[in-house]
Structures are given as structure tokens and as C-alpha cells.
């Protein structure tokens, strides 16, 4: 099977381990794994804040860097380790050719995002609905809890798989998260327009996560954890914000972190 790796914007900028993890972690369950070098943004922010049609011209260039016809040919999927960056394909993709045409624009737009849509996943649920598998034989030595990111939880519909991958890993102590279903306050542009909340909602995850005595606090997503994380450094916290696929990727041998 090959793969395209959908690195996103915050991942390249701020956290490219995590792409690293994705692709030791793939490439050792035996999947081909390329890295389209024109890739940017998703258009995720610009849809958010309300520049719909702006986004519109980043959705085209997703769709012309990782759909069909692409040079080096076409790929089996594309996988991502952001759920919020996932969803933005899979449930405002549409969207947005449904908007088009329903302005009169023609089906042009929907028609050229159509073909990578159902081809993007989030990573945990390629593991476990694609490749079928929930021991990818990772080691952590680690007590650790899950936060279910919003985008993850609602709109991709995650459920389980995290976890159930989670608890395969050899080492692992997994601990549930006191209201783990509360947002931890990132929401994007949201901790910037409204900050005090923000911050009250990050204090309250963070609290919830130190109730469990866990060495890590791990997600899907690393805006989040970059809003949780910086939660735990003012409040001095001895947690640490890791990706799930820098825990999935670590083994015996080679440790991740």
C-alpha cells in the first residue's frame, strides 16, 4: 500500500517529529509512505473564521497535490495525524462544492475536491479501519491518559480506536481522563478571541489530567496539546503533552521519547 503523509501546518511548523513518528510507524507495519512536497494548508483556518471563498483556492491546491493525475501517481490514501485537519476534508470539503454550486457557481469545485475526500484519514483510524490492526508492536513505559480531541471525537467520530491502540502498547498504563469529553479550550481562533476562556477551560483539562497521577497526557492532535501544554507550564506541572504517534512509534529498540 502506498500513502501520502499529510503533514499539516502546525505539525511542519512547530512539531515535524510527529511526522517523523507517522513515518517510522507506518513504514514498519509495511506501508510506502511519500511526502508530497507541495502540501500546505487545508484552508482549515480561513474556513473557520469565515473566509469561505478564500479558502477555496488552498482546497483546490490539497486536492491537486494528493488527487489523481499527481506525477509520481496516485495514492492509496492520504493520512494525516490531525483530526481537526481530517475533518476539514472529509466534512467541510463537501461543504464547500455544495456552496459553490449552490451560488451558482457550477459543480467545478466539488468535482475537483471529490476525488480525495473519502481518501483522507486521520491516523488512528487508518490503523485500525484500513490496516486492521491495533498492536503495532510500540513500547511505552509510561502511565499515561488520553484527551479526545473535539474534531476527533465529533466530527471524524474516533471513538475507541485511540484508546484500543493505546492499550496495546507494551509498557503502557492507561488511565481514563476525569471529563475527558470537555474541550480543553484550543479551538483554534477561539483561544485567541476569547482568551480568559481559553485558559479556564486549558487549567480545568490540565487539572482533571494531573487528578490521574499520569506521567503523559497524549491526543491526536497537537494544536491542542500546544494549548494543553502550555497550560501545564504555567501551572508547573510535571506532565508532559505527547502525540499519539510519538508513543505508537516508540518500541524497545528505539525509543521515541
Excluded at 507506518?26 to 471563498?53: I, M, S, W
Aim: glycine share 10%; proline share 6%; aromatic share 6%.
Amino acid at each position: 500500500m502506498r500513502v501520502a503523509l499529510f503533514l499539516t501546518c502546525v505539525n511542519d511548523t512547530l512539531y515535524p517529529d510527529t511526522g517523523r513518528a507517522v513515518v517510522k510507524l507506518l513504514t514498519r507495519l509495511g506501508v510506502e509512505v511519500d511526502f508530497p512536497p507541495a502540501q500546505t494548508c487545508c484552508g482549515q483556518p480561513h474556513y473557520n473564521t469565515g473566509y469561505r471563498k478564500e479558502a477555496e483556492p488552498l482546497a483546490r491546491h490539497f486536492s491537486d497535490v494528493f488527487g489523481p493525475g499527481i506525477a509520481s501517481g496516485d495514492y492509496d490514501a492520504i493520512i494525516t495525524p490531525s483530526g481537526s485537519c481530517a475533518a476539514m476534508v472529509r466534512e467541510l470539503y463537501p461543504r464547500m462544492g455544495e456552496r459553490a454550486r449552490a451560488e451558482g457557481r457550477g459543480d467545478g469545485l466539488a468535482t475537483t475536491l471529490a476525488p480525495v475526500i473519502p481518501k483522507t484519514y486521520e491516523l488512528t483510524e487508518f490503523l485500525v479501519d484500513v490496516l486492521e490492526v491495533t498492536d503495532v508492536g510500540a513500547y511505552y513505559p509510561h502511565k499515561v491518559t488520553y484527551h479526545p480531541t473535539c474534531h476527533g471525537l465529533r466530527s471524524l467520530g474516533l471513538g475507541e480506536r485511540p484508546t484500543r491502540l493505546l492499550r496495546a502498547v507494551k509498557g503502557l498504563d492507561l488511565v481514563e481522563l476525569p471529563g475527558a469529553q470537555e474541550c480543553c479550550g484550543f479551538g483554534g481562533t477561539f483561544a485567541v478571541k476569547n482568551s480568559d476562556v481559553s485558559a479556564a477551560m486549558g487549567t480545568d483539562k490540565v487539572r482533571n489530567a494531573e487528578s490521574t497521577g499520569a506521567d503523559v497526557l497524549c491526543a491526536a492532535d497537537n494544536s491542542c496539546l500546544m494549548h494543553i501544554g502550555g497550560t501545564m507550564s504555567r501551572l508547573r506541572t510535571d506532565m508532559r503533552p505527547v502525540h499519539i504517534a510519538e508513543i505508537l512509534a516508540s518500541t524497545e529498540e528505539e525509543p521515541w521519547s
